[in-house]
């Protein structure tokens, strides 16, 4: 399609100033919105790329109704028309690099993109899928071309920006891989896409997002028989694995049904997982820099809490316990006492815990996102066991722990596979950092 130049009038209204970008879908160009007195994004859509005398109309409509979303992880749609033939979309104008780019540029680095960062972008992405879906309109062409960040993503914030929401459907099927088709992009478009394009509904966006979430992790798309990420990165838990392979299901169904269910299983999988952190050696003293065992849990504070016991005995400096005679024993009454009342792992995570004369104990807890845990467990001396529920999201952990006779409780947590999910240290009726009670 011809260049528009600088200066020139499109439509009566928009002031060309600038390209912005050229695709197989066309050109996107900075403009003056005449009316609104302010730049906007248009896109000039290849008329050879819209499927059939409809497209246009349909363009239209989806773009009417796109333009009734206003979320902060949406691009807002301003106007969408035809013009002397020409079809285009008017949008927001917003500064920033595609998911795309940023991506490329942690490749080049040799940087891997933190799990919780990637899981930031995710749950952004989400947020914005969640406010779409329930206007009724579907995506149907996410990939990280269509996902703008307008600042560098960290684990607290990700702000992002979803492109291109109602073009998809409107356009053909071409099978440009690096282009939007009317499929969707073969590298990401959900299976049911190449057999009934015009039935695929949220689901197809579920998948699409599940495998840039893979590909943020791994750098690499999950083709063929592709490895876990946990497979070659330590610190992906399995419950990431596990999430991804259910969004990468071949059966709608399987996956999650909705944007908001997957946001909750993505904070559950990440929290739940835990950060590995490599055991305090015996003889150190150990750091509250290395208490990182109960990961926020964003929804499932249940790695936290579950993991929440375990790991070697810090108390005594590497020292071992005297056996032979000395004071008598302490009465298990007094022994437990001061272990009632509040823990904190120091990550948001709060529980309330009872223990009794004989060592047993359970409690509950809430994560940092609101979300109930229940935890019980039994301690012998000063070692014990322990078992984390987390009825809202079904999640069942196990663990052991360590205290050391004074405000502190090291823990490891393991999944019922086996496999460590997480470790770290509880402060009992104190906040970490702080001292002891007296």
């Not at 849990?297 to 005297?322: N, Q, Y």
Request: proline letters at 6%.
């Amino acid at each position: 399609m011809p260049d528009i130049a600088p200066g020139a009038e499109f439509a009566g209204r928009y002031v060309i100033e600038s390209v912005i970008g050229k695709g197989g879908m066309g050109v996107v160009y900075r403009a003056l919105d005449k009316l609104a007195d302010k730049s906007v994004a248009l896109k000039l859509i290849r008329a050879d790329r819209l499927s059939g005398q409809g497209a246009v109309k349909r363009l239209i409509s989806e773009g009417i109704t796109t333009r009734d979303i206003r979320h902060t992880n949406i691009v807002a749609v301003y106007d969408v028309g035809e013009a002397a033939g020409q079809p285009f979309v008017s949008m927001e104008f917003i500064k920033g690099q595609s998911l795309r780019d940023w991506h490329r540029e942690k490749i080049r680095q040799r940087l891997d993109v933190p799990l919780r960062v990637a899981a930031r972008i995710i749950a952004e992405v989400l947020d914005g899928l969640a406010a779409a879906h329930a206007a009724g309109v579907i995506h149907r062409d996410l990939k990280p071309e269509n996902i703008m960040l307008t600042e560098e993503p960290t684990e607290a914030a990700a702000p992002l920006k979803i492109l291109d929401f109602g073009i998809a459907r409107a356009t053909s099927g071409a099978t440009d891989s690096g282009t939007g088709t009317g499929l969707g992009t073969p590298r990401y478009m959900a299976p049911e896409q190449v057999t009934a394009a015009d039935t695929a509904g949220s689901a197809a966006d579920i998948y699409s997002l599940s495998v840039i979430f893979y590909e943020l992790l791994v750098d690499v798309l999950p083709q063929g028989h592709w490895q876990p990420p946990s497979g070659g990165r330590s610190d992906v838990p399995r419950t990431i694995d596990e999430l991804i392979e259910r969004g990468l299901s071949n059966r709608p169904a399987n996956r999650p049904q909705t944007a908001k269910d997957y946001r909750k299983q993505l904070v559950d999988a990440v929290n739940i997982g835990g950060s590995y952190v490599p055991p305090v050696k015996p003889e150190t003293e150990p750091r509250e820099g290395l208490n990182v065992g109960l990961v926020k849990w964003g929804s499932i504070a249940l790695a936290a809490v579950l993991a929440i016991f375990i790991i070697a005995a810090i108390a005594g400096g590497g020292e071992e316990e005297k056996i032979g005679p000395g004071p008598d024993p302490v009465s298990p009454q007094s022994m437990y006492a001061d272990l009632n009342g509040q823990w904190d792992d120091g990550l948001g995570n709060l529980y309330s815990v009872s223990v009794s004369d004989n060592g047993a104990f359970s409690g509950a807890g809430q994560s940092s996102y609101g979300y109930t845990l229940q935890l019980s467990g039994q301690l012998n001396g000063t070692s014990g066991e322990f078992s984390l529920n987390a009825p809202n999201s079904g999640g069942r952990y196990t663990g052991r722990m360590q205290w050391d006779r004074g405000c502190h409780i090291s823990f490891q947590t393991y999944d019922m596979s086996g496999s460590l999910a997480g470790q770290g240290q509880m402060h009992v009726n104190h906040a970490p950092g702080a001292p002891c009670p007296s």
